[in-house]
């Protein structure tokens, strides 16, 4: 793991600051990197779809890269916008395999969003699973088999919900031999 490199998260448009603080903090006990928060930046306006009424992740992806600027580490984007990429209806996600950025999407992640009554506990639980998740893929981690393992592919919040916000024994190795 590149345990030295420097890490941010940089949220698109508006997202509530205690989401972030909670990524930070989960994100250093998990992977042992301080992510700093850096202030926001807008949505490109390129990046919505208005056929779909959706963002288009991978253009963002670039977005980050390219304002972030080079080397500057990992990077974190949160939005809180539904994501698509046009094979799907939907992302939670995307991230660079063995890369430097990841994007997760809040939206689909509140019990609100199904016209469920609103859980903060459970809408924290399922941001960082799907940050871990998709930071796994930026460390070169493909899906795992594991359901528990947090990089089970979630095909739906019900398998989000299931799987814990760690890597699973054999994700962990991999990790570590990086
Ligand atoms: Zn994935
Ligand atoms: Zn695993």
Known sequence: MK??????????????RDV???????????????????????????????????????????YLKRTAGRGSGLILGVIDKDLYVPQLNFVFGEAELNGEAA???????????????GNENIFYQRAIKEAVHE?????????????KCVMFFSNSLSDTDIKRKRFCKNCSKKLLIK
């Open 3 to 16: 345990v030295n490199s420097k890490a941010y998260i940089i949220h698109l448009g508006n997202v509530e």
């Open 20 to 62: 972030l603080l909670f990524l930070s903090k989960e994100l250093y006990e998990i992977f042992g990197i301080e992510f700093k928060i850096s202030s926001s930046l807008n949505i490109p306006k390129s990046s919505y779809n208005s056929e779909r009424e959706q963002y288009y992740s991978s253009p963002l992806l670039s």
């Open 103 to 117: 994007i997760i999407s809040l939206t689909r992640l509140s019990q609100e969003f199904y016209g469920l009554l």
């Open 135 to 147: 930071i796994g893929h930026v460390f070169g981690l493909h899906h795992c088999s594991n359901p």
